[in-house]
């Protein structure tokens, strides 16, 4: 018999999903579930069954699904490029489309990038710095800028000439006494270093998700941060690489998420949300500076592949940017957000497990701790999904909520009940007995 090769072959077989509409999917077996993990990778930003996009694909795909990134111009692409950027504030011009995944798109702003400086008689100019505790793909390249535990065997296969720094993470990294501004100073005076030690004109560029995203839990950087990464990176001619893959197109509540840090990166890289998960598009945002040292020079981007700017996903992507461009809607997003923030807070802030919760738009998470802390974030999901039919992404350390940006007041006041009353509820229970049926999968 023939099968998948399924991420975890040991698990029972999971639901069959057989439709979705608005913020709900739909299981083969007739069961509802209001999904605030947007389709468990995050990328559902816009929900479920959009006409609009939908509608935007189908001309499309009757139109050609597909011509030549390099050869022919699809106007669509002209069209996306400048919705994405015609109110953007950090002044970046360029859209270039490299493919379908979020990691493709870290290779290509990494390629561009050597690229430029190469082109420059930068030649030396090879290493990469990133962070801990971040997460930028599954490319070989993404795997050996990001921090993965269970990833880490691959290490032998990891390109040379990458080195990390620390996370940038105030609610685990600032000390006693010290201020956020002198945190974010900390953390810039700790690339300089790292760029001293490698030596300045071996360094490449910096690169960062632009929050800290899904592995630690949409932390956002303090104040300062980028302003002080950017000036670094300045000082030593190495470019900023932001990695918006989870956290752009809108989500943030505003365009780009660095727009909320007022710096220029001199590459952007987005995936994931770029068409809201009905297409695979992901690119790199950059600027004609970028552009002009390479027509001045080899006249030739050397980063391509077939589906770069795939029409039918610049047809999706072009739907959402009309939507989130919509007068008033990212201001919505924006306090939507917030809204979910503050009311966990107040009603969660004196509870012995809770200890925080943060993100930008609708890109939030809620940091807890106790014994067997795993095991505690599985069992809350758990028990929402079998209480309410309501699915959140809950382990480790940290409770994601990465739901569509059209989720109404309503869904989410209801949401806002359910999920305090789950944390609750479950935390009252968790003694060594309770925890060891979780742990054998005995709960219900
Ligand atoms: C911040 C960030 N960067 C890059 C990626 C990689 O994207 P993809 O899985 O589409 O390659 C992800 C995916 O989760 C991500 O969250």
Redesign the pocket.
């Known amino acids: 018999m023939f099968e998948i090769l399924r991420t975890f072959p040991n698990d029972p077989i999971p639901e069959k999903i057989v439709s979705g509409e608005g913020m709900y999917l739909n299981t083969k077996s007739g069961k509802k579930y209001f999904d605030m993990t947007g389709g468990f990778?995050?990328?559902a930003v816009l929900g479920w069954g959009n006409k609009q996009i939908i509608d935007s694909i189908h001309r499309q795909l009757c139109k050609v699904p597909h011509i030549d990134y390099k050869t022919f111009i699809d106007e669509n692409r002209t069209k996306l490029a400048s919705k994405l950027l015609e109110k953007s504030i950090h002044g970046l011009d360029r859209l270039f489309l490299c493919g379908?995944?979020?990691?493709?798109?870290?290779e290509a702003a990494m390629h561009l990038s050597y690229q430029a400086h190469f082109l420059n008689g930068l030649t030396e100019k090879q290493w990469f710095i990133s962070r801990t505790q971040?997460?930028?793909?599954?490319?070989t390249d993404?795997m050996a800028i990001?921090e993965r535990p269970n990833l880490d065997f691959y290490n032998p296969l990891f390109p040379r000439k990458r080195a990390k720094v620390e996370e940038h993470n105030k609610f685990r990294h600032l000390k006693k006494g010290e201020t956020e501004k002198e945190y974010g100073v900390r953390c810039a005076l700790e690339l300089e270093k790292k760029i001293l030690e490698i030596g300045q004109e071996k360094v490449c560029a910096f690169i960062g998700?632009t929050i800290m995203?899904?592995?630690v839990g949409d932390v956002p950087p303090t104040d300062n941060y980028w302003l002080e990464i950017r000036k670094v990176c300045d000082k030593y001619n190495i470019h900023l690489i932001v990695?918006?893959?989870?956290?752009g197109c809108g989500v943030s509540g505003k365009n780009f998420c660095i727009d909320w840090d007022r710096v220029k990166p001199d590459f952007i890289?987005l995936?994931?949300t770029f068409a809201a998960g009905y297409m695979?598009i992901?690119g790199v945002v950059t600027s004609s500076d970028i552009e002009n040292i390479i027509k001045s020079t080899s006249g030739r981007v050397e980063n391509s592949t077939t589906f770069q700017g795939h029409s039918a996903c610049v047809a999706a992507a072009l739907a959402c940017q009309e939507i989130i461009n919509q007068e008033g809607f990212l201001e919505e997003v924006s306090n939507k957000g917030k809204k979910l923030r503050d009311s966990l807070n107040q009603i969660l802030k004196d509870h012995d497990f809770y200890k925080n919760v943060r993100g930008r738009g609708m890109r939030n998470s809620l940091e807890y701790s106790c014994k067997e802390q795993n095991l505690f974030g599985i069992a809350v999901s758990d028990y929402m999904k079998e209480k309410f039919s309501t699915l959140i992404n809950g382990k480790w350390h940290r409770f994601t909520f990465s739901n569509s940006m059209l989720i109404s007041d309503e869904e989410l006041d209801s949401f806002i009940d359910q999920f305090s009353y789950s944390f609750k509820k479950i935390a009252r229970d968790w003694d060594d007995k309770f925890i060891e049926q979780v742990s054998n999968k005995n709960f219900f």
């Open positions: 990778t995050a990328h379908g995944s979020g990691g493709e798109a870290c971040s997460y930028h793909g599954a490319t993404c990001g998700e995203g899904g592995l990695d918006e893959v989870w956290c890289f995936g994931k695979p992901s």
